[in-house]
């Protein structure tokens, strides 16, 4: 039997492409911008200007060309699917989605309506962001998240996590982050006692997930889960 390979790409063997912050704080693994993070390949792209500050804070004001042609390049080199390593990028799913032509998904929290339907009625999906200031209805609403959704950000800490990342420091300690992290989960749970999920909108947050569900006893979804899932769409495995 003849086995003919199909070309039609320059680069083969990842799916994802990510679109980067231009940023230099540590990406520890388990953050999405550290490529020992994935058991698959992935395509990296860099947005030069898109510093932390400028799209959490400024809603990435200006920035929206400079995304649609990084996304457009990761197209054209091989991917097939885009996601980001921000889920403040929500603002522009619609703008990419309905640019690169292949699946996209921008945002940890547009898994919320569907984490939402799993779990009992009288339960709801918390939401730990690291700039709850900056985390607008617009954020939510493209992102299918209810705009009374129960949501908490380290940046009422005013601790390590949101300080490094969004100041774009070099150094971080890893374990006042990680403390960061539980604080502001017992902050949620203690406003809103019917969590039943906990769902992470920072990206950079997925390195703490494990302690978060030790602590809690709760499910707790990120972006690992989310692109992993994303990527299994892309490439499902094969049986047999």
Known sequence: ????AKGGKAVYGASIGVLMLDARFP???????NAGTWPFPVHYRVVLGASPERVVRQRASG????FLDAARDLVAIGCDGITTNCGFLSLIQSDL???????V?????????????????ARRVGVLTISAESLTEQHLEAAGVPLDAPVVGTDELGG????????????????AAERDLLQ??????????NIGAILLECT????????????TRLPVFDMYGFISWFQMGLKPRRFG
Do not use: C, W
């Open 105 to 121: 998904a921008t945002s940890s929290l547009m898994q919320y309506p569907m984490i939402q339907a799993m779990l009992p009625p």
């Open 204 to 215: 950079n947050m997925t390195p703490y997930s494990a302690v978060i569900a030790d602590r």
């Open 27 to 33: 990406r520890i693994p388990g953050d999405i911008g």
């Open 160 to 175: 390590e996590f949101t300080r490094v990342l969004l100041g774009n420091k070099e150094r971080l300690d890893v374990d």
């Open 97 to 103: 989605a309905d640019t690169v032509g292949v699946p």
């Open 63 to 66: 920035l929206g060309n400079a």
């Open 184 to 193: 502001a989960t017992d902050t949620l749970l203690h406003r809103h006692p």
């Open 1 to 4: 039997m003849t086995r003919i």
